[in-house]
């Protein structure tokens, strides 16, 4: 059921009767005012109850979202800027997935449950602040998947703290390719903590305002490669959060995987932790020369 920029999905098979008034559409007693359809199609595909997709191209981004998750959000798409504001679902987690292109686009959710950010081939520079801002502080998954190529990149002279920004702590996966350039401030940037797994793949930061990786709480990395040059700050900075408390609070913890660091900025650190710093394992190679 196409509304504008954002398509309700419906399985048929849970569809039940589709009641028709003069004024509405009602399926799964939910009312679609007639006035704001624009057209009603038909495919063989089934539909993920939980999963949102984002479709990205050129200045338009189109949403198709499940009727399942439709009460639960609030979803405003203006040409190819998406927001999507959930409220907590009953014990289930929403899974975005994102893909296609836009040279002016962005993406921002906000919410109160955990949830996975799915990036699929995704091209997508913002010319008016962060190209993904989570505002969710819950557990975001960030799956990166095997064979996907991503880039993110920020306006210059903006408001945004980072391209690339996660309210939460963060958990990325997949063995895909992440390109990032921060062009107003970090590149990549969580108030929480953030851990890469051993599954993950490829970051590459090839620019950055200020610190290309901006961590809270404390950063653990698993697996993957990090590639990071064009940075007037740190490469990766690990803060203490306000909680002093907090777990691993403003530890850098390195487990394996391989970080490349390439750095002319004055004053910068290659790591830098506000607390504990623990290696066992991986490759890691810094030339700092400013």
Same mark, same amino acid.
């Given at each position: 059921?196409?509304?504008?920029?954002?398509?309700?999905?419906?399985?048929?098979?849970?569809?039940? /009767?589709?009641?028709?008034?003069?004024?509405?559409?009602?399926?799964?007693?939910?009312?679609?005012?007639?006035?704001?359809? =624009?057209?009603?199609?038909?495919?063989?595909?089934?539909?993920?109850? =939980?999963?949102?997709?984002?479709?990205?191209s050129g200045t338009t981004a189109k949403v198709f979202v499940p009727i399942e998750v439709l009460p639960y959000l609030t979803i405003t798409?203006?040409?190819?800027?998406?927001?999507?504001?959930?409220?907590?679902?009953?014990?289930?987690?929403?899974?975005?997935?994102?893909?296609?292109?836009?040279? /002016?686009?962005?993406?921002?959710?906000?919410?109160?449950? *955990?949830?996975?950010?799915?990036?699929?081939?995704?091209?997508?520079?913002?010319?008016?602040?962060?190209?993904?801002?989570?505002?969710?502080? @819950?557990?975001?998954?960030?799956?990166?998947? +095997?064979? +996907?190529?991503?880039?993110? +990149? /920020?306006?210059?002279?903006?408001?945004?703290?980072?391209?690339?920004?996660? @309210?939460?702590?963060?958990?990325? @996966?997949?063995? &895909?390719?992440?390109?990032?350039? &921060? *062009?107003?401030?970090?590149?990549? *940037?969580? *108030?929480?903590?953030?851990?890469?797994?051993?599954?993950?793949?490829?970051?590459?930061?090839?620019?950055?305002?200020?610190?290309?990786?901006?961590?809270?709480?404390?950063?653990?990395?698993?697996?993957?490669?990090?590639?990071?040059?064009?940075?007037?700050? =740190?490469?990766?900075?690990? /803060?203490?959060?306000?909680?002093?408390? =907090?777990?691993?609070?403003?530890?850098?913890?390195?487990?394996?995987?391989?970080?490349?660091?390439?750095? +002319?900025?004055?004053?910068?650190?290659?790591?830098k932790a506000d607390s504990l710093f623990t290696c066992t394992g991986g490759t890691y190679n810094i030339t700092m020369s400013g």
């Open positions: 059921i196409h509304q504008g920029n954002v398509a309700t999905m419906v399985n048929a098979e849970y569809t039940g /009767d589709m009641i028709y008034s003069t004024t509405a559409l009602t399926v799964r007693n939910l009312k679609f005012p007639l006035s704001t359809i =624009d057209s009603i199609s038909f495919s063989d595909s089934n539909v993920r109850t =939980d999963s949102i997709i984002v479709k990205y798409a203006t040409d190819a800027h998406v927001s999507i504001v959930s409220t907590q679902l009953e014990g289930s987690e929403i899974k975005y997935g994102l893909t296609g292109t836009s040279s /002016d686009g962005s993406f921002y959710q906000e919410g109160s449950y *955990k949830c996975t950010l799915y990036l699929n081939n995704l091209d997508l520079t913002n010319t008016k602040g962060a190209a993904i801002n989570i505002e969710n502080g @819950k557990r975001i998954e960030v799956d990166v998947p +095997t064979g +996907t190529t991503n880039s993110l +990149t /920020d306006c210059a002279g903006g408001t945004q703290s980072a391209c690339f920004h996660i @309210k939460g702590h963060a958990e990325f @996966k997949g063995s &895909g390719v992440l390109n990032i350039v &921060g *062009k107003t401030g970090h590149a990549y *940037k969580s *108030k929480e903590y953030t851990e890469f797994k051993s599954s993950f793949g490829t970051l590459n930061i090839t620019g950055a305002a200020n610190d290309a990786i901006h961590i809270s709480q404390y950063f653990k990395m698993n697996g993957g490669t990090v590639n990071i040059s064009g940075a007037a700050g =740190d490469g990766i900075q690990v /803060d203490t959060t306000s909680n002093k408390t =907090d777990e691993l609070n403003g530890q850098m913890i390195l487990n394996g995987g391989s970080v490349t660091i390439v750095s +002319t900025g004055n004053g910068a650190g290659g790591l």
